[in-house]
Every structure is written in C-alpha cells, then in structure tokens.
C-alpha cells in the first residue's frame, strides 16, 4: 500500500493507492480540511492543524502511513524552461540550474534543484525544465511531517508530475494544445507542443464566486493565445482542464470568446480502478501516484546540494603550513626576547612621565576639545543629510509617478495620487477593464527596482463593469 499526499490551501489530501506494473488502482482518499490563511499559495504560515489532522489520521488509519511520497505545489516552485550541454555532470547541472534562479532567490546557495527533460536541439544541446525549491520552505514540509510521525519516502514537484503524464502519453504528441491546472486560487497554465511543454505561466485567481474566478481562467486565455502567436508557434484548438468541475466547465464555454477552441475536463481518472470516489481536485495527488519510484526527487536534491557544499570547502593543507609556522614563531619568540630586555627601561620612563599630573590635566583638556568636535561634526553630518535628502525627494517622486503612469499605459487610467509621507510613499486610484488587467499591471509594478513593495488597499466593480481598485505603493528611498 502507498501514499500520496498533497496539501492545498483548504485542505490536506491522502490519496491511498496499489500498484499493478504503471497502471494504478486507488484504494482510499481522505482529506484534513484546514482553516482559512493556514496555507497560501503552498506557504504554510500555521503548520499546527497539519500536524493534528495527520496524527489523528495516522491512529485510526495506521496501514496509510507505510510508503508515502509528497508532492509539493504553490508559489515557492521556481521553473524554467534552460538550455545545458549535452555532455554535464550533475554538479554542473545542480549550479547551472541555481544561477538560473539567482536573480529571483534571496537565498540561491540554498536552494534544492530538480530537473526534467524536455526536448534535445538541433545543436546537440538539451532543452529541461529546471525547477528550484527555497531550502527554508523544504525544511517547513520536512519538519511537518515529522512531528506527526510521518516518514517521507519521496518529495515531488507538481511540474515534475504533469510533465510524466504527458510524456507517456502518444496521443497528446499529435496536436498542440494549452492544459489549465487549476489548484484552489492558483491557475497554472501550459503551452504543449508536438508534446513537449514550450512554455507555462501560473496565475492568481481573484473572486468570491466561481463564476468570477472561471473569468480569470478565460483572461489568462487570452494571454496564453497572444504568446502563442508571438512566438510563432502553431496555433492550438484544444484547452483542456484538471480541477475544474463539469459545473465550472460548462461557465467556461459559456463566457469564452473564443468559439474556435475546443474546451474539456482532462478524463485523467478514466478507467482507473477505484477512481470513483476522487474529486475532480485531486488531480495533483492522483499525477504523483504515477511517477516511478526510481525518479529522483526532492529529497535526492537535498542530498546533492549538502554534497555540493562539502565539495567546494576549500581542502585543508594545514599539516604543512602549521610546521612552516611554528618555526617562524620560534624565531620571532627568539627575537622578540631580546628586543624586551632592551625596551622594558623605556616603557617604564615613558610611564612616569604620561602619569606625571601636568601630562594627565593636559590630556583630559584634549579628550574635552575632541568630544566638542566630534559632536560638531555629528551634527553638521545629520544636518547634510536631511538637506541632500529633501533636493532629491522631487526627483525621486517623478521618476516614481512617471514609471506607475507609463507601465498603465492605455489599459490603466490613473483617477488620483496621494502622497502620504516624505518618504516615497503614495496612494493611487485607478480603473481597468477587467481585474486581470489590474492584476497584470500591480506585478509589473511589483518588478520595477524603484519600487519597494505595493499593497492593495480596496477594489470594486462599478455600474459599467470596470474594475477599481486603490494600491499603496512604497519607491526605495536609497
């Protein structure tokens, strides 16, 4: 008996499988719901209700808990489609793959790499989505399942699965088409062609209902088609989904602009024994199942980045450069002996002397006058400052108005700016078409180096269908 287990935002799945040769016959599916804000975008900030919900699992279902592998999904997976040579080692591959990520990692050292292979290139070379994962959010899963007595056998990525599936299917090499994998609030959207993932986007889901956020599925569409064109690739007639419902499927098609594709629920637990009791959510889960036990993984990545860091420890020559250096204290020993036999006499006149009081009263008089300066100096320093700081406040804000007004280009209209501090802070009020729209136009923002950080502070609809919304933007005051 196996294990797969997946934790979403709203709950933890334990997905109980068997084995016969590829094919997998399902034998069990529970679920541990979690509390709002426990887990977001695959960050656990609250790692307690985890724990208890598998513990209690774990007592009344102990036969669960024998064979289990995690498949970790959310915003802390970096990938990317890179070029290697055909001929390198896995060290090689292990640092290209983190200097790929270095730009967009506070931590590159630290990061676990995997890859999978994606296609080879006239040149010989070969084409892998590279994935990264932060050691910090690894080490969180890894502590989780410990304290409650589960033992990992594997970790996989999400990417990793849906890559497997479609690689042992023939009948997806035939046609280019576009898979939307939707998981909770997280669309991640991929371009297939002649079965080989050419490129994927992954996107946030806004909305209180699934009407709204089966919209942002059909807005992240249309990018999807925009790309597809840019890169001349061929166009695809087939969208296919994992997560939808049959319910949300049928919004889908109903809201679409676009007539010409083809939109279906991918039937990826058709025909599978025992299949009948997974929701249409439990894909991932499902897709981790089917991964050999022989692949590597995660855990593999953690083992290499530990060896990594061993082998590029300098080596230790301290045998030799130890002799070399106790002769060279002997001399120095030697010499020094004979040189304070000499010194002594005039350390002890010089002592004399810098005690004597006309030396201590002159001395206290300079400390007096180097404090007096020291504090004078402080001051004109602060005062320099605050002075250079406000003659480059003016500029500093245009450059931030001019960048928030030509990023919205024709898309945003900008209604107001207020600024609420000296410090580069301002409030905007603007309007867009759709909140896709405002959405693409907040993380583009979010990539400029002038700006710190944005924060929303409240949006609407209006009565003609436009989205508003107010966002807080803070300009790095270097």
């Given at each position: 008996?196996?294990?797969?287990?997946?934790?979403?935002?709203?709950?933890?799945?334990?997905?109980?499988?068997?084995?016969?040769?590829?094919?997998?016959?399902?034998?069990?599916?529970?679920?541990?719901?979690?509390?709002?804000?426990?887990?977001?975008?695959?960050?656990?900030?609250?790692?307690?209700?985890?724990?208890?919900?598998?513990?209690?699992?774990?007592?009344?279902?102990?036969?669960?808990?024998?064979?289990?592998?995690?498949?970790?999904?959310?915003?802390?997976?970096?990938?990317?489609?890179?070029?290697?040579?055909?001929?390198?080692?896995?060290?090689?591959?292990?640092?290209?793959?983190?200097?790929?990520?270095?730009?967009?990692?506070?931590?590159?050292?630290?990061?676990?790499?995997?890859?999978?292979?994606?296609?080879?290139?006239?040149?010989?070379?070969?084409?892998?989505?590279?994935?990264?994962?932060?050691?910090?959010?690894?080490?969180?899963?890894?502590?989780?399942?410990?304290?409650?007595?589960?033992?990992?056998?594997?970790?996989?990525?999400?990417?990793?699965?849906?890559?497997?599936?479609?690689?042992?299917?023939?009948?997806?090499?035939?046609?280019?088409?576009?898979?939307?994998?939707?998981?909770?609030?997280?669309?991640?959207?991929?371009?297939?062609?002649?079965?080989?993932?050419?490129?994927?986007?992954?996107?946030?889901?806004?909305?209180?209902?699934?009407?709204?956020?089966?919209?942002?599925?059909?807005?992240?569409?249309?990018?999807?088609?925009?790309?597809?064109?840019?890169?001349?690739?061929?166009?695809?007639?087939?969208?296919?989904?994992?997560?939808?419902?049959?319910?949300?499927?049928?919004?889908?098609?109903?809201?679409?602009?676009?007539?010409?594709?083809?939109?279906?629920?991918?039937?990826?637990?058709?025909?599978?024994?025992?299949?009948?009791?997974?929701?249409?959510?439990?894909?991932?889960?499902?897709?981790?199942?089917?991964?050999?036990?022989?692949?590597?993984?995660?855990?593999?990545?953690?083992?290499?980045?530990?060896?990594?860091?061993?082998?590029?420890?300098?080596?230790?020559?301290?045998?030799?450069?130890?002799?070399?250096?106790?002769?060279?204290?002997?001399?120095?020993?030697?010499?020094?002996?004979?040189?304070?036999?000499?010194?002594?006499?005039?350390?002890?006149?010089?002592?004399?002397?810098?005690?004597?009081?006309?030396?201590?009263?002159?001395?206290?008089?300079?400390?007096?006058?180097?404090?007096?300066?020291?504090?004078?100096?402080?001051?004109?320093?602060?005062?320099?400052?605050?002075?250079?700081?406000?003659?480059?406040?003016?500029?500093?804000?245009?450059?931030?108005?001019?960048?928030?007004?030509?990023?919205?280009?024709?898309?945003?209209?900008?209604?107001?700016?207020?600024?609420?501090?000296?410090?580069?802070?301002?409030?905007?009020?603007?309007?867009?078409?759709?909140?896709?729209?405002?959405?693409?136009?907040?993380?583009?923002?979010r990539s400029q180096r002038i700006i710190e950080y944005i924060e929303y502070l409240g949006y609407s609809y209006d009565s003609a269908g436009s989205f508003n919304f107010s966002i807080e933007v803070k300009m790095y005051n270097e």
């Amino acid at each position: 008996m196996k294990t797969s287990i997946h934790i979403s935002t709203y709950m933890v799945e334990v997905l109980t499988y068997r084995k016969s040769g590829p094919r997998v016959i399902v034998k069990g599916y529970d679920t541990i719901a979690l509390p709002e804000e426990c887990v977001i975008n695959g960050v656990i900030l609250d790692g307690t209700p985890i724990i208890e919900g598998l513990r209690s699992l774990r007592r009344s279902k102990p036969r669960l808990f024998k064979d289990v592998s995690l498949v970790l999904s959310g915003s802390f997976v970096y990938a990317k489609r890179i070029n290697v040579p055909s001929k390198i080692n896995k060290w090689m591959l292990f640092q290209a793959i983190r200097d790929e990520f270095s730009d967009i990692s506070t931590d590159s050292e630290n990061l676990i790499c995997c890859h999978f292979p994606l296609s080879t290139n006239k040149d010989g070379s070969k084409q892998i989505l590279a994935c990264a994962v932060e050691r910090s959010h690894t080490d969180t899963y890894l502590a989780i399942m410990k304290a409650a007595g589960v033992e990992l056998n594997k970790i996989h990525l999400a990417e990793h699965a849906i890559l497997h599936y479609f690689d042992d299917e023939p009948e997806f090499k035939a046609q280019p088409f576009v898979l939307n994998l939707v998981d909770d609030d997280i669309l991640t959207s991929m371009i297939f062609q002649n079965g080989i993932s050419v490129f994927q986007s992954r996107t946030r889901l806004y909305g209180e209902d699934r009407e709204t956020m089966v919209r942002g599925t059909l807005d992240g569409l249309s990018g999807i088609i925009q790309f597809n064109k840019s890169q001349n690739f061929e166009e695809f007639y087939h969208c296919l989904f994992l997560g939808l419902s049959d319910a949300d499927l049928d919004l889908v098609r109903m809201n679409t602009a676009y007539p010409e594709i083809h939109f279906s629920n991918l039937e990826l637990f058709e025909g599978v024994k025992g299949a009948k009791i997974l929701p249409p959510n439990a894909h991932i889960a499902y897709l981790n199942a089917l991964i050999p036990d022989g692949e590597t993984d995660v855990l593999h990545g953690i083992v290499l980045s530990e060896r990594l860091k061993k082998r590029n420890k300098p080596k230790k020559v301290w045998i030799p450069v130890l002799a070399g250096v106790v002769a060279v204290l002997a001399c120095v020993i030697a010499v020094l002996w004979y040189l304070v036999a000499g010194v002594n006499y005039e350390v002890r006149t010089l002592t004399d002397y810098m005690n004597s009081p006309q030396v201590v009263s002159e001395r206290e008089e300079l400390n007096r006058l180097n404090y007096e300066i020291n504090r004078a100096t402080t001051a004109y320093d602060e005062a320099v400052i605050r002075i250079e700081e406000k003659e480059a406040l003016p500029l500093l804000t245009r450059q931030l108005i001019d960048t928030i007004v030509l990023l919205g280009g024709d898309v945003i209209t900008i209604s107001s700016f207020s600024f609420t501090d000296t410090q580069g802070t301002v409030r905007i009020s603007a309007s867009a078409a759709t909140e896709f729209s405002a959405s693409n136009y907040v993380d583009r923002l979010r990539s400029q180096r002038i700006i710190e950080y944005i924060e929303y502070l409240g949006y609407s609809y209006d009565s003609a269908g436009s989205f508003n919304f107010s966002i807080e933007v803070k300009m790095y005051n270097e």
